[in-house]
C-alpha cells in the first residue's frame, strides 16, 4: 500500500550527523542513550537473575535430600558447607539471598530498568528520555548497588539471615542473627537501589507526560506504556519508604539506635508495616510492566485489537490504587489489630477485580482471533494461564481465616512463585523475544524458542505446583529439614520431586540462554518490523539509532488496530502510518531558535 | 522573546509580596515558641495548636515559595498525592499499636 | 515580567511533541522528586509519630535537653535563606543578573540575583554549621542516637528527674531526633552544594536570563521544601 509506505518516518541515519564521533567509552559504557542503557540493564539483571538461580538450586539440594552431601559443595567455605552438607546458618542465607537478587536485582531492573528505558522513548516518539544524564547515574547506581548486594557474601560472617523481609529483632541484633557486616551491606545497598529506582522513575514520568510525539494522545498509548508510566509512580512513591526503613534498620545495627528494639520501647512490628507498606506496591511494580508488555503481544498475536482497551487503562490505575491499602495482608499472623486486619482481608479481595478484568480482557482478545503462535504469543499466554492460577492462591490467603494455617508455609512459596515466575518470568521471555530484533537486529531462532518454552512451561508446574500441597500439608517456609517433623516426613517424596524438577528446570534456562547469546552473532537478521506491528518502535530500523528519528513521527491512530479494514490487504496499521482520511496532529508550538 | 500562543504553565498574577509572607512566617514562629513555654493551656490544646501554625507556615512556603497558588491542578496534585499516604501509614500502624 | 510568560518558551523538548504537562520538564521532574522525598520524610517522621505514640513511658519536656531558643534562631536563618531564595528568583524574572545596584532615591541598593543567591547560600551554610555545632555539644552533654550516654551530664540529670528528661524512652528520642534531623541536615548540604556549582557555573558567569532560568527555579522549589520539611521537624520534635 503507498500510504504505507510514505509514512516511514525518517530515521535519524548512519548519523550521529549532529553529533561529535563519539569515543567507545561514551558510546557504548557511559552512554545517555535510552537504548544502551536499557541493554546494560539487561545483561547486568541477567546475570544477577542466573545468581539467584544458583542459590535456589542449592536451597532445593537441601530441601529434597537434606541427608545428602551436595555435589560441588566441596567448592564452598566451611562457613557455607560442612562434609558437602549445607550448615543451617547458610540455608538461611541462601534463601534471604535468593529472595533479595531475584526481587531487587532480576525481576525489578528486568521489567523496568530494561523495558521502561528501551521502550518508552521508542513506543512515544521521543529521541530519549527527558534526563538522559540522571538515566545513565540510575543505571551505575543499580550496578552499585548489586555489587554492594553481592559483597555480602565475601565479608565475615556473611549475608543476611533473616529472609529478604529482614523481619527484626532478628535483623537488628547481631547476637541474635550471627550477622554483622552482611545486614549492614544489605541496608546501604537498597539504599543506593532505591536512589537508582526513583531517579529513573522520575524520568519515566517526565518524559510520558512532557514527550509524547504529536498525535500521541494519552488513550494512543500502547498498554505497555500506561504500565510502566503507573508503575513508575508507584515507585517514585514506594521506595523512599523502604529507605527510610533500611536506614533505621542500619541504625539501629550500627549506631545503637532503637526503633525496633522493644526492650527500649521501640515496636518490632513497625519493621513490618513500614517493609510491607512498601512491600506490596513493589509486588505491583514486579508485575503491572509484564501484564502491560503481554497486553502488546497478545494484541499482535491475536491480529485484533485488546479488548476493552480503556478498562484495560483503569484497571492499572485501580490495581496501583488498591495496591496502597492492601499491606496487612502479609502480617495476618503477626498479632496485629484484627479489626485492621478485617480492613485488609476487604482491600486484598478488592484487588482481585480489576486483576481479573484484565484476564477476562486478555482472553476476550484471543477469542476468535487470526492467532499467531509466535515464541512472545506462546509465553503471553503462559503468563496469562499462570498468573491466573497465582491470582486464584492469592484469593486463598486474602481470606484472614485462610491464611491463618497458609501463612509462611510453602502455600505462599508457590503462590510467589505462580506471579513472580509463572507471571512476570514468562512475560519476560517474551518481552525478551519480542524485542530482541529492536535491541541487536537479529531474530532469536523460533524452534529453540518453542523448545524452550514447552519445556519451561512443563517443568515449572511441576516444580511450583505440588508447593500448593505441601503447604497445605504444613510445611513451613524457610524451614531447613522438613523431615525433623514427623507430620512433614510423608511429604517428603514431593520435596523431592520438586527438587528434580526445579533442577531441570534450571537447565532448561540454558537452552534460553543459548539462544539469546548465540543469536546475537548468528541469529537470522531482522526485517524492520518482524511481528507486523503497530508501535512507533517498528518504524526505526533494527537496531534502532542513536537519537531514534531524525524527526519524531506523526501519530494517527491507537496502538491495536489489528485486521482494520482501513488497512486494505495487510491485517495491521500501524500507528505512524497516515492515510488520506487522517489529518495531521497539531503539536504544541517549538521554541524559536531550535 | 514573546510568549507563543499555547496556554502559559501558570497563570497571570501578581507576584505576591515576598517580605510580608517572611514577616508571616517570622510572626508564626514567635508565635509557636511562645505557646510551647510560655501559655498555660492544656497539653493536647497545645499540640493542636501547634500543629496548626506549623501547617500553616508549611502552607505559606508552599503555596507561595514554591508558586502552588498559581499553578495548574496537575501539578498540585503531584504533591497532594503522597500525603494521604503518608496519613494511611501513620493512622494504621497506631491504631493497630492502640490495640 | 509575569510569571506567565516566564520560560514558556523554553517548556518544549526542542522538538514537536504533545501538550503535556504544560510545565518544562526540569521542573516537572522535580516536583515529582520532591513527591518521592516526602515520603522519605513519611518513613522518618511518620516512624517517629507512631514510636511517640505508642511509646511505653512520657517523652522528655521540650527545652530539656535540646536548645530551642538556639534552634529557633535557626529555623528564622532557614526561613531568611528561603526568603532570599525567592527573592533571587523574582530577580532573574526581572532581568536583575546583577550583585547590587543603586536605585535613584534610594538608600538602599537594589539586590539582583547575584545577590540573592549568595544570600541564600550563606544562610543555608549558617544552618548546618550551627546544627553541627548543636550535635557536638548534644554529645557532649550525653545525648547520642543510642540515647543519654552512661555516665553523661545528661544520663545524672535523667536520673534525677525522670519525667522532665524522659528517661524511660531516652533511646527512642536519640534515636529519631538525630536521624530525623540529621537526614534534613544532609538534605540542606546537598542543596548548598547545588546551589554554590549553579553559582559558580551559571549565575556569576550570567547564564540566566529571563527568557530561560529554569536552574533557579528548579532549586528554589527543592530550597523550599527543605526549609518546609524544618518547619514541621522544628515543631514537632523541639517544641512538643
Sequence with gaps: MTSVAHAQPHAHGGGDAHHAPMSFWRKYIFSTDHKIIGIQFLFVSLFFLLVGGILAMQIRWQLGFPAKPMPGGGLLPETMVSDGHILPEYYVQLVSMHGTFMVFFAIMPLLVGVYANFLIPLKIGAHDMAFPRINMWSFWAALLAGLIMTASFFVPNGPIRSGWTNYVPLAARPDLSGVTVGQMLWCISIVVLGLSSVMGSLNYITTIINHRAPGMTWFRMPLSVWALFITAILGVLALPVLQGAAIMLLFDNVLGTHFFDPAAGGQALLWQHLFWFFGHPEVYILILPAMGMVSDIIANGSRKPIFGYHSMVFAIIGIAFLGWIVWGHHMFMSGMNPTLGSTFMVSTLLIAVPSAVKVFNWMGTMWRGNLRFHVPMMNAIGFVSMFTIGGLSGIYMAATPVDIPLHDTQFIVAHIHYVLFGGSLFALFAAMTYWYPKMFGKMMSERLGKVHFWLTFVFYNMTFFPMHIIGMGGQMRRIYDPTIYNFLKPQQPLNEFISYSAFALFAVQFLFAFNFLWSLKFGKKAPQNPWDDNGLEWSLPNPAPHGNWEKVPNVYRGPYEFSAPEAGDKDYLPQYTKLPTDRDPVPAPVPAGH | ?99 | MTHATQTLDQMRPPYPAEPGSGVYSSKLGMWVFLASDVMFFTALIGSYIILRFGAPGEWAKPGAVLNVPLTAVNTFLLICSSVAMVKAYAAIQDGKKYFLRPVPGKTLRDGGLKFWLLVTILCGAAFVSVQVVEYIKLVGHGFTPAGYREGSLLAEHAAADAAKYGAAVAGLYGSSFFTMTGFHGFHVTCGVISMTYLYITKVLPEKYSPQDYRGIEVIGLYWHFVDLVWIILFTIVYLI
Design chain 2, 1 to 99: 522573546m514573546t510568549a507563543t500562543s499555547s496556554t502559559p504553565s501558570t497563570a497571570a498574577h501578581k507576584r505576591p509580596n515576598y517580605v510580608m509572607i517572611w514577616l508571616y512566617l517570622f510572626v508564626l514562629t514567635v508565635a509557636e515558641v511562645a505557646l510551647a513555654f510560655e501559655l498555660p493551656l492544656s497539653r493536647n490544646v497545645k499540640l493542636l495548636l501547634l500543629l496548626f501554625l506549623a501547617v500553616w507556615k508549611a502552607l505559606l512556603v508552599a503555596l507561595f515559595f514554591m508558586h502552588l497558588k498559581f499553578e495548574r491542578w496537575r501539578l498540585r496534585l503531584i504533591f497532594i498525592i503522597p500525603l494521604p499516604l503518608a496519613a494511611i501509614l501513620i493512622t494504621a500502624v497506631i491504631m493497630e499499636k492502640v490495640f
